[in-house]
């Protein structure tokens, strides 16, 4: 497809569980972020990618979140011993190159932590 | 840090009113600045962008926002709303830092 994919849409997880959320850029885009948007707010950064490392990770909340973007395309968000604090919209997001261009948003990824 | 204020947290309008929503933020350096657009059930769009030049940009859907140095600000406006607007309004700003950092969003709701 032509947009950024993320799967599954919708995820419903126990308190204590281990989830993976998976981010499928726009195919060529050397750039990829995590985003999660909580009802009411806008998008609160977590993460970003350029290339297969980590550029900027200071928005993980803490170490029980963690993202991989091992060979420069697919990425996956990590959380593990979910919270219900946890329960958010997690979107991904990615663009050609570094800062200037627009960003390009998948649909994202429904979490709710029971 | 860069941050982002948007005022208006819920707007309703008729069809054909004039709108304009408020961004302000809050950051030293040379910044880029995004209105993003989220209709109901859909991705995050773009609706604009400024980088530099011109101060006064304009996007899709007959939507423009002018850049305000001065004033920290980069208000959204549109002289004539239409019911398909009904959506969420999202301003960002970008600094030194490659990243975006949002506001809380507008929730624009258009009566015909």
């Known amino acids: 497809g032509a947009g950024v994919s993320q799967t599954p849409s919708n995820k419903v997880t126990e308190k204590g569980k281990y989830v993976e959320l998976r981010c499928d850029p726009i195919?060529?885009?050397?750039?990829l972020y995590w985003y999660r948007q909580s009802l009411g707010q806008g998008p609160e950064f977590l993460i970003y990618?350029?290339?297969?490392?980590?550029?900027?990770d200071s928005g993980l909340p803490n170490d029980r979140f963690f993202a991989v973007r091992p060979e420069g395309s697919v990425s996956t968000l990590k959380i593990q011993r979910t919270e219900r604090g946890d329960s958010a919209v997690y979107l991904c997001?990615?663009?050609?190159?570094?800062?200037?261009?627009?960003?390009?948003f998948g649909n994202g990824t429904r979490l709710t932590v029971t | 840090a860069q941050s982002v204020s948007q005022h208006n947290h819920h707007v309703i309008l008729s069809e054909a009113a004039s709108l304009e929503l408020g961004c302000n933020y809050s950051?030293?350096?040379?910044?880029?600045l995004f209105w993003y657009v989220q209709y109901p059930g859909q991705h995050l769009q773009l609706l604009l962008k400024?980088?530099?030049?011109?101060?006064l940009v304009k996007g899709i859907k007959g939507f423009e926002a002018e850049f305000i140095k001065s004033k920290f600000s980069f208000n959204l406006r549109k002289p004539s709303v239409q019911w398909s607007d009904t959506a969420e309004y999202f301003c960002a700003v970008e600094g030194n830092t490659d990243k975006l950092i949002f506001g809380t969003g507008t929730r624009l709701q258009v009566f015909p």
């Open positions: 195919s060529g885009h050397t750039a």
């Open positions: 400024y980088f530099s030049g011109d101060p």
């Open positions: 950051y030293g350096g040379t910044v880029n």
């Open positions: 990618f350029q290339g297969t490392g980590a550029a900027d």
């Open positions: 997001a990615s663009r050609l190159g570094a800062g200037g261009s627009p960003l390009h």
